[in-house]
């Protein structure tokens, strides 16, 4: 038995390595509008090399998975913060509910996406797990893609009732010359047909409760902020008696805009927030001082955390939150991050 699974999984790694170089073979060749053969036939190969990749991943990070002792937290009040799986920037958060609810903030790249399911399944104990509710903070490919794959091509491995965001349209993102932003909301716009029910758009001073959490919008994009970062979700999650704030890739615009709504003083005092921006060029000193908490979560590789090219304001950041009595600081670089909150 162990001969033929090494038999198998060696034929599989062979057509693996063989599907870009066929696949590079057939680009070589652009077949003419008449002829399309080989843009099938391209299109035929990279699918294939994407499920043996896929499927080559998913081995790879069971077991990473495994060894690493993710908890199944399910019913029970906790956030999990996954680590990048190539020491880059993005966040991915997963939160689980004292009555048994899964929420996901944004996911990270697309390549992140078979680590994200295999760390889900550990921690919901589910075959195919369900997610109650998958926030996207703003149209970034280290935020975004992991939720676009899952959508498009992993139906049969996650499974989610809502989609809760609110970007602003692709013609504003095409205006401040972001194709990227453009490109993310496109692809948005496009995958969504096939689940219009599912998508919920949020605006500033929505309140709803997904089980046990309770979450307050306190900021969705503004057009007097041309940046991507800036159109960037903030909101409040209260569950377990505590109190958490998730930022996206926020900056001092739309920070400020927070700080002068006195509405949100009260709200913005938090115990655990989650750095804005990676913990770097992202919301103001003022912001963090008036949020006060007393744990930091940091999505930041360790190029990030150590300002390793010296251009970042990671350093200052962590000044400011040391200044400010931040006691416990997670960080992403050192392994995912498991919170309880009670």
Known sequence: ?????????????????????????????????????????????????????????????????????????????????????????GDSFIITTQDGKVIVIDGGFRFETDCFIQYLKAVTGQRVPKIDAWFLSHPHTDHVEVFYEAAENRRKQVSFDKVLLKYAPYEFYASISSEEGAEMVGTF??????????????????????????ITVLYTFDPAFTNVNESSCIFRMDLGGKSVLFTGDAGVGAGNKVLANPAYKALLKCDICKMAHHGQDGVSREFYEQVAPAVCLWPTPTWVWNNTNGNLKTLEVRAWMEEIGVQKNYLAWEGSQVIYLS
Not at 4 to 12: D, I, R, Y
Not at 66 to 81: L, S, Y
């Open 1 to 89: 038995m162990k001969k033929l699974l090494a038999v198998f999984l060696a034929l599989l790694l062979a057509a693996g390595c063989a599907m870009p170089v066929l696949a590079s073979a057939a680009q070589a060749e652009p077949a003419s509008a008449a002829d399309p053969f080989g843009s099938r036939l391209t299109a035929f190969f990279q699918s294939v090399w994407a499920k043996i990749r896929s499927l080559f991943d998913g081995i790879r990070y069971y077991f990473e998975v495994k060894k690493e002792g993710v908890p199944n937290t399910m019913n029970q009040n906790a956030i999990h913060m996954l680590r990048s799986v190539q020491d880059t920037i």
């Open 189 to 214: 716009d496009r995958l969504s047909k096939a689940f219009p029910e599912k998508v919920q758009l949020l605006s500033d001073g929505d309140v709803f409760n997904i089980g046990a959490a309770k």
